[in-house]
């Protein structure tokens, strides 16, 4: 009961043994929907809700397009025009139009979701925790919602920045269509792959997935070779994935014997090789 006034004091013992009938109000708004009740918020995954259509999960990667790229990291040295913030947001847009493109990252989003989402050890959902944690906003199903955006906008920056590698979207406009063949190659984009280091959640969470992110592209520029070899990294579309292979031992073991004859002597073979 509300608390009493200065000039008049209330003395009503609040007692919720019978007769009473109590009730725990979370939002006055009507359910349209079975997926907004309490009871399956708390029940249903972060995918299951997103699969039921719970939230747009285009319509929230088009709108947080500008967050995403913000959370995802850039490397490389193309021009500072082409890796301007705002002409990766041009790009990003004009990439989501595409359907192709979509198709691809909206899987990969999927498969982040999978990964990422369970219940904790007291068989907590991960949006739950988020909604009575850090996005604690309104009623529990306005946090929720607020979890939804927050957890589809991560899995979406960790998808853009494997893609975004060495600032490989700025090559969509150069080469269109070798760069929508690419990324719908799954030996060159393995979304299982992302998914499977990925690190969604709370802010904490997410920026340790960055850093272990960035330290991993680090020993993959390192592992390049050379100034002359790395530089190839940014000049070609997902060529971070092709760069280790060509430069191999065990690629040029495989191409130079493809060259020399069987029995070349040891003279031929290292003419072969200057």
């Known amino acids: ?152 906008t991560q899995a979406f920056a960790v998808v853009l920045r494997y893609i975004d590698r060495y600032s490989n979207v700025a090559l969509s406009h150069r080469y269109p269509d070798l760069w929508l063949s690419m990324v719908k190659n799954e030996s060159v984009f393995d979304a299982a792959v992302v998914s499977r280091t990925a690190r969604i959640g709370t802010r904490l969470a997410f920026r340790k997935g960055a850093r272990e992110d960035h330290a991993r592209a680090e020993r993959l520029n390192q592992a390049a070779g050379n100034a002359e070899q790395r530089s190839a990294t940014v000049h070609f579309p997902f060529s971070w994935r092709l760069i280790t292979v060509l430069f191999a031992p065990s690629t040029r073991h495989a191409a130079e014997s493809s060259i020399l004859p069987a029995g070349a002597s040891a003279e031929q073979q290292q003419q072969q090789q200057q």
């Open 1 to 152: 009961l509300p608390p009493g006034l200065a000039t008049q004091q209330r003395h009503f013992l609040l007692d919720f043994h019978a007769p009473w009938r109590f009730a725990t109000v979370d939002d006055l708004r009507p359910c349209d929907r079975d997926v907004d009740r309490a009871d399956f918020l708390l029940r249903c995954s972060t995918v299951e809700l997103v699969a039921s259509g719970h939230i747009s999960m285009d319509r929230v990667m088009i709108s947080n397009m500008h967050r995403a790229l913000a959370l995802s990291q850039v490397g490389g040295t193309l021009s500072d025009g082409e890796r301007s913030y705002a002409e990766r947001i041009h790009l990003g847009r004009a990439l989501l139009s595409d359907e192709r493109f979509m198709s691809v990252v909206r899987h990969a989003v999927q498969l982040v979701l999978e990964h990422c989402s369970g219940v904790d050890a007291a068989g907590v959902q991960l949006h739950a925790r988020l909604a009575v944690g850090e996005l604690c906003s309104g009623s529990f199903r306005q946090s929720v919602h607020t979890a939804l955006r927050h957890l589809v």
